[in-house]
Nanobody, 125 residues
Framework: QVQLVESGGGLVQAGGSLRLSCAAS????????TGWFRQAPGKEREFVAAISRSNGLTAYTDSVKGRFTISRENYKNMIYLQMNSLKPDDTAVYYCAADPSQGWYDPSGYGYHYWGQGTQVTVSS
């Protein structure tokens, strides 16, 4: 089993920045492909970004390209999401997910085996 714990959320003004962290523990002898998802009130869960296990492949949803950057430090078992130029539409609970069933990321989210509890990001206008 792998446990994922997100941190770094908070309240920020539009145009500001936050860095989310996802700490993995448990069966971390295996490194997993990891993704970030978000869910705003009344909306469906949305794919945000993903990163492969070790070769640096990344993917982003169109609305965050150029503003968000996903990265990882495998020796620390940490995954990050640097969020710049934040907009009120980025307000959501952000979740870290690991180990997709197929491929190195799954935009639907349904294939991920492990999820964190989420961290709230609120962007004020």
């Amino acid at each position: 089993q792998v446990q994922l714990v997100e941190s770094g959320g908070g309240l920020v003004q539009a145009g500001g920045s936050l860095r989310l962290s996802c700490a993995a523990s448990g069966r971390t002898s295996s490194t997993y492909a990891t993704g970030w998802f978000r869910q705003a009130p009344g909306k469906e869960r949305e794919f945000v970004a993903a990163i492969s296990r070790s070769n640096g492949l990344t993917a982003y949803t169109d609305s965050v390209k150029g503003r968000f950057t996903i990265s990882r430090e495998n020796y620390k078992n940490m995954i990050y999401l640097q969020m710049n130029s934040l907009k009120p539409d980025d307000t959501a609970v952000y979740y870290c997910a690991a180990d997709p069933s197929q491929g190195w990321y799954d935009p639907s989210g349904y294939g991920y085996h492990y999820w964190g509890q989420g961290t709230q990001v609120t962007v004020s206008s």
